[in-house]
Nanobody, 127 residues
Framework: QVQLVESGGGLVQAGGSLRLSCATSGRTEMSRYDMGWFRQAPGKEREFVAAILANGGTTNYADSVDGRFTISRGSAKSTLYLQMNSLKPEDTAVYYC???????????????????WGQGTQVTVSS
């Protein structure tokens, strides 16, 4: 079992920056898990934001955030980060951390109910 806890959300003005973190616990071999970020705005479906392979060598981003957001993993692969720059009001959402064993599509943005999910952290960008 894997537990994920997000932090770092908040209120920021358009053009500002935030850094989200996702701490993991429950297993020690997180190096075998792909990890990613999804977000859900009010009245909308959950959507893919960014993902990183278990080895940290490959990343993938949604077109809407490419060039503004950067996903990374800590040295022990047990912490996930999302650096968000040049934030826009349309980035407002609850951001969720996800983890899954490699090869089931997380890196290309597939969302599955049986991923490990965090509880979410609210990001609000004011105009």
């Amino acid at each position: 079992q894997v537990q994920l806890v997000e932090s770092g959300g908040g209120l920021v003005q358009a053009g500002g920056s935030l850094r989200l973190s996702c701490a993991t616990s429950g297993r020690t071999e997180m190096s075998r898990y792909d990890m990613g970020w999804f977000r859900q705005a009010p009245g909308k479906e959950r959507e893919f934001v960014a993902a990183i392979l278990a080895n940290g060598g490959t990343t993938n981003y949604a077109d809407s955030v490419d060039g503004r957001f950067t996903i990374s993993r800590g040295s022990a692969k047990s912490t996930l980060y999302l650096q968000m720059n040049s934030l826009k009001p349309e980035d407002t959402a609850v951001y969720y951390c996800a983890a899954d064993r490699s090869g089931r599509g997380l890196i290309i943005g597939v969302s599955r109910l049986d991923y490990y999910w965090g509880q979410g952290t609210q990001v609000t960008v004011s105009s």
